[in-house]
Every structure is written in structure tokens, then in C-alpha cells.
């Protein structure tokens, strides 16, 4: 069997990767039209950081896994092709700030039709909504060649900065696929791929909208939970409540359950914001505005916390930040990722160099110039300082952030840190991740989402 991935970005390229190491009897391409990113993925420094990943690569790649720029010889050989490609939401037009856009879908599916001389199962592997299959279906239909294909629907879970493990040991495999003997046979055929090392019982088969669809379910509901309980975090901080202690009793209900229940400076990532909003906007096109409206808020809440964190920042630091050094602890979504797509890190720091501060910001794996690129701030501005360590951006420093939960911030010597800030020096813990008593004592003054408000902290 011959397998091509169209697309070699963070879910494409580790999907793959684990694809070709589990089934070796099974020759995987991963094509690209950026020739950097696939030079990349062909070099020991992959575009993509995950745990885990770099040994998984190393496994298969010129065994049975391979990356080229040669995306119409790839699909000619495929059996199956996977379309992994970008579809950020639309900033234009019909559905703007909402919608999906779909060209690079659109551009797929014609080259397939263009290029394909034999039948190919085309499987969704993009977070794409409801009905794109059939419009994918409708192009390659059209084509006078007379090839019929199946398209399948096999949404990806994955998580970043866990995604080997949640490769190698997945809570489900969805795959959606047409209630027709055919499309039932498809559906079979990709079923025998993941059947070589996740058991049958966790491979879901459904039909294909309602896979489509459970994709961006997923998504929103995981997404409403951390809103939910960042609403709760500003209720705590008035009342003299600790939303972590808020957060464990409600957990610890077995119809609650206790995951994605941590308050923070709010979600980021490829998938939440987009994924919720393209819900947004289905349900207005469907005519269900309600609907619509109930999850809309899921996205203002989200804004709101991260706008309530910058604006703590600001009014607890005497009402201004200008030409005061901001030492910025993280700058990923998330840790053990070095994506930053939607993180909180960049409405934070946009809010404050709003207000003129004088940012430091060091993260362990992303590029300065993607931090350049996410505040949309010349390369040498005067205002950002880009940090080798932690302990550099927080010299000279009257406050530190912490805006991403990576576990090397834990262990920071704090006593030099604080020897080293100026007076009164602060610490705003967005991933409730330090030891706050500790750093009471040594002599911080601390903030973190969600805890009873103290004299630290000017109301």
C-alpha cells in the first residue's frame, strides 16, 4: 500500500511519521509545496517540536517515510492520500473572522482530479465543517476522466506537545465515511492502517457529516470548559474563593470529571478558537443564531481573560508600564510546543507595548522572528528584547509573566532572580505553574488567576 500526505505541517507531519513506524509494510510520502519546510523535515532540526518526534522521524524516514515537494508524482502513486492542509479562518468577504477558508481544500481536490488516473481513497484529515466532503466530492466528479473516488472523513485528536503519545495510544480513531457499499470498503481499507497498533474497539466509524462534525464538537466543548472556569477564576478573585480549590470539588463529580478545568490567562492554538468560531458561524448559516450566539461567547470570554491578565499587569503596577521592563516568561500557546498560533502570549504582550512597556521575552523553542511575526513589530524594535534564558529577561526586570507552563520555569532560582529585579519586584503567574508561598517568602509580590486577591495586589 501507497500512502501520500498532502500537507507537512504539525498534524501531516507526525501523523505520517507514526504511520510509516507502525506499519513498515507501508510506503508513506509527505509532500509540500514549501520546499524550506520540507528541507526541514528532511534535516535533524524538524519545522515541527514535539517530544518524542525527532526519534519517531529518524525510525522511518528513508525506510518507508519520505518528504518531497513532489505532490502530483506522489498522488499518482497513492492509494490513499491524506489532505492535511492549512484552513485558517477566513479574514474577508462572506463569513470573515468566522467561516473556514477552504482554497487550499478547493486546490487539493482539483489537483487530484487532475492528476489521478486510477480510483484513490481521499481522506479529510484538515479540521474542515460539515459539507466539505461533498464539495470535494462535487470537484472531483466533474472530472472527464470518469475516476471515482471515496472521501473519508478521519479527524485528528491530537494534542500539540503530546502528540506521539496521543499517536501512539489514542482515545478513538474517527473515521466518517458514505453509507454506500463503496464507501463502506474505504472506509475498511483505512481502518486496516490504524488496526496495525490501536486496538478495534477505539477505531469509531460514522457517517461522513457526522464526522465532520464531531471534530469541531470536540473542539468547542473542551474550549467552553476553560472558558467556563476563567469566568469562575474573576468571580474567585473578588470573593476570596481559590479556583483551584473551586476547580478540584467540582472535578471530583464523576459527571464533571476534572479535565480542562485549569484557569489560566486564557486558551490558544490552531484549532479551539478557529474550530469554535467556524461552529459560530455553521449555526448562523443554518439559521440557528441562538446557537450561534451560546458559542460565540466561548470566544469573548477567552479575549476577555486574556484583556483582564494585561490589564492586571497595568493597574497593579501603579497604573503604568511605560518604559518599565516586563520580563516575558513563555511565548508558545502551550509548552513542549513551538507553536504559537492564537497564543494568549501575543494579545498580552500587544497590550502591553500598547501602553509602552519595555518587553524581555525568552521561550525555550520559538524563533524570535515568529515572535517578530506574531506582534506584527519591527525586527529591531526598541520596545522587545529577545532572551537567551529566564534569568536574562528578568534582570533589571519589575515584573516577570508567566504565559506558558514550561516546566523549566519551575526551577528557576528564584532568590537570585529577585536579587537581581527592581523593588517591589512582581511575579503574574497566567498557568498558576510557580510555588506562590515560596515566592512570598523569598520577597515577590504575586498575582495568579483565580487566588483571593492580597495586599500584593492593588484592586
Same mark, same amino acid.
Given at each position: 500500500? /501507497?500512502?501520500?500526505?498532502?500537507?507537512?505541517?504539525?498534524?501531516?507531519?507526525p501523523?505520517?511519521a507514526?504511520?510509516?513506524? /507502525?506499519?513498515?509494510?507501508?510506503?508513506?510520502?509527505?509532500?509540500?509545496?514549501?520546499?524550506?519546510?520540507?528541507?526541514a523535515?528532511?534535516?535533524?532540526?524538524?519545522?515541527?517540536y514535539?517530544?518524542?518526534?525527532?526519534?519517531?522521524? $529518524?525510525?522511518?524516514? #528513508?525506510?518507508?517515510?519520505?518528504? *518531497?515537494?513532489?505532490?502530483?508524482?506522489?498522488?499518482?502513486? %497513492?492509494?490513499?492520500?491524506f489532505? *492535511?492542509?492549512?484552513?485558517?479562518?477566513?479574514?474577508f468577504?462572506? $463569513?470573515?473572522?468566522? %467561516?473556514?477558508?477552504?482554497?487550499?481544500?478547493?486546490?487539493?481536490?482539483?489537483?487530484?482530479?487532475?492528476?489521478?488516473?486510477?480510483?484513490?481513497?481521499?481522506?479529510? /484529515?484538515?479540521?474542515?465543517?460539515?459539507? &466539505?466532503?461533498?464539495?470535494?466530492?462535487?470537484i @472531483?466528479?466533474?472530472?472527464?476522466?470518469?475516476? +471515482?473516488?471515496?472521501?473519508?472523513?478521519?479527524?485528528?485528536?491530537?494534542?500539540?506537545?503530546?502528540?506521539?503519545a496521543?499517536?501512539?495510544?489514542?482515545?478513538?480513531?474517527?473515521?466518517?465515511?458514505e453509507?454506500t457499499?463503496?464507501?463502506?470498503?474505504?472506509?475498511?481499507?483505512?481502518?486496516?492502517?490504524?488496526?496495525?497498533?490501536?486496538?478495534?474497539?477505539?477505531?469509531?466509524?460514522?457517517?461522513?457529516?457526522?464526522?465532520?462534525?464531531?471534530?469541531?464538537?470536540?473542539?468547542?466543548?473542551?474550549?467552553?470548559?476553560?472558558?467556563?472556569?476563567?469566568?469562575?477564576?474573576?468571580?474567585?478573585?473578588?470573593?476570596?474563593?481559590?479556583v483551584?480549590?473551586?476547580?478540584r470539588?467540582? #472535578?471530583?463529580?464523576?459527571?464533571?470529571?476534572?479535565?480542562?478545568?485549569?484557569?489560566?490567562?486564557?486558551?490558544?492554538?490552531?484549532?479551539?478558537?478557529?474550530?469554535?468560531?467556524?461552529?459560530?458561524?455553521?449555526?448562523?448559516?443554518?439559521?440557528?443564531?441562538?446557537?450561534?450566539?451560546?458559542?460565540?461567547?466561548?470566544? +469573548?470570554?477567552?479575549?476577555?481573560?486574556?484583556?483582564?491578565?494585561?490589564?492586571?499587569?497595568?493597574? &497593579?503596577?501603579?497604573?503604568?508600564?511605560? #518604559?518599565?521592563?516586563?520580563?516575558?516568561?513563555?511565548?508558545?500557546?502551550?509548552?513542549?510546543?513551538?507553536?504559537?498560533?492564537?497564543?494568549a502570549?501575543?494579545?498580552?504582550?500587544?497590550?502591553?507595548l500598547?501602553?509602552?512597556?519595555?518587553?524581555?521575552?525568552?521561550?525555550? +523553542?520559538?524563533? *524570535?522572528?515568529?515572535?517578530?511575526?506574531?506582534?506584527?513589530?519591527?525586527?529591531?524594535?526598541?520596545?522587545?528584547?529577545?532572551?537567551?534564558?529566564?534569568?536574562?529577561?528578568?534582570? #533589571?526586570?519589575?515584573? @516577570?509573566?508567566v504565559l506558558t507552563?514550561?516546566?523549566?520555569?519551575?526551577? @528557576?532560582?528564584?532568590?537570585?532572580?529577585?536579587?537581581?529585579?527592581?523593588?517591589?519586584?512582581?511575579?503574574?503567574?497566567?498557568?498558576?505553574?510557580?510555588?506562590?508561598?515560596?515566592?512570598?517568602?523569598?520577597?515577590?509580590?504575586?498575582y495568579?488567576?483565580? /487566588?483571593?486577591?492580597?495586599?500584593?495586589?492593588?484592586?
Open positions: 500500500m /501507497k500512502v501520500c500526505c498532502i500537507g507537512a505541517g504539525y498534524v501531516g507531519g501523523t505520517m507514526m504511520i510509516a513506524a /507502525k506499519c513498515p509494510h507501508i510506503q508513506v510520502d509527505v509532500v509540500d509545496l514549501n520546499s524550506e519546510r520540507i528541507a523535515w528532511n534535516s535533524d532540526n524538524l519545522p515541527v514535539e517530544p518524542g518526534l525527532d526519534e519517531l522521524v $529518524g525510525e522511518a524516514r #528513508g525506510r518507508n517515510l519520505f518528504f *518531497s515537494t513532489e505532490v502530483k508524482d506522489s498522488i499518482r502513486r %497513492a492509494d490513499i492520500v489532505v *492535511s492542509v492549512n484552513t485558517p479562518t477566513k479574514t468577504g462572506i $463569513g470573515a473572522q468566522k %467561516a473556514a477558508d477552504l482554497r487550499y481544500i478547493e486546490a487539493v481536490a482539483r489537483t487530484i482530479a487532475e492528476v489521478a488516473d486510477t480510483p484513490k481513497i481521499i481522506v479529510e /484529515k484538515s479540521t474542515i465543517p460539515v459539507k &466539505t466532503a461533498e464539495a470535494i466530492q462535487t @472531483l466528479g466533474a472530472d472527464v476522466k470518469g475516476v +471515482k473516488h471515496q472521501v473519508l472523513s478521519n479527524p485528528e485528536f491530537l494534542a500539540e506537545g503530546t502528540a506521539v496521543d499517536l501512539t495510544f489514542p482515545d478513538r480513531i474517527l473515521i466518517g465515511g453509507m457499499p463503496e464507501g463502506q470498503a474505504a472506509v475498511e481499507k483505512l481502518v486496516s492502517v490504524y488496526a496495525n497498533w490501536v486496538p478495534r474497539e477505539r477505531i469509531l466509524t460514522t457517517n461522513l457529516w457526522s464526522s465532520e462534525l464531531s471534530k469541531l464538537v470536540a473542539n468547542a466543548f473542551l474550549a467552553q470548559r476553560i472558558s467556563s472556569i476563567n469566568s469562575i477564576s474573576a468571580l474567585c478573585e473578588k470573593t476570596g474563593a481559590d483551584d480549590e473551586v476547580a470539588a467540582i #472535578g471530583s463529580d464523576s459527571r464533571i470529571g476534572s479535565k480542562f478545568l485549569k484557569a489560566s490567562v486564557g486558551f490558544g492554538g490552531s484549532c479551539f478558537q478557529k474550530d469554535v468560531l467556524n461552529l459560530v458561524y455553521l449555526c448562523g448559516h443554518f439559521g440557528l443564531p441562538e446557537v450561534a450566539a451560546y458559542w460565540d461567547q466561548v470566544i +469573548k470570554m477567552n479575549d476577555w481573560q486574556k484583556h483582564r491578565f494585561s490589564e492586571r499587569v497595568v493597574r &497593579t503596577l501603579f497604573n503604568t508600564v511605560s #518604559g518599565k521592563r516586563i520580563a516575558v516568561l513563555g511565548f508558545a500557546f502551550k509548552k513542549d510546543t513551538n507553536d504559537t498560533r492564537e497564543s502570549a501575543i494579545q498580552v504582550c500587544s497590550e502591553l500598547e501602553e509602552r512597556a519595555s518587553l524581555s521575552i525568552y521561550d525555550p +523553542k520559538v524563533e *524570535s522572528t515568529q515572535i517578530v511575526k506574531d506582534l506584527e513589530i519591527p525586527a529591531d524594535s526598541p520596545n522587545v528584547e529577545f532572551a537567551q534564558s529566564a534569568e536574562q529577561a528578568t534582570a #533589571g526586570a519589575h515584573a @516577570l509573566l507552563e514550561w516546566d523549566e520555569f519551575r526551577d @528557576l532560582d528564584f532568590e537570585a532572580v529577585y536579587k537581581s529585579m527592581v523593588k517591589p519586584a512582581w511575579v503574574f503567574d497566567g498557568r498558576s505553574l510557580l510555588d506562590h508561598d515560596k515566592l512570598r517568602r523569598i520577597g515577590f509580590r504575586v495568579s488567576v483565580g /487566588k483571593p486577591l492580597s495586599l500584593d495586589v492593588k484592586i
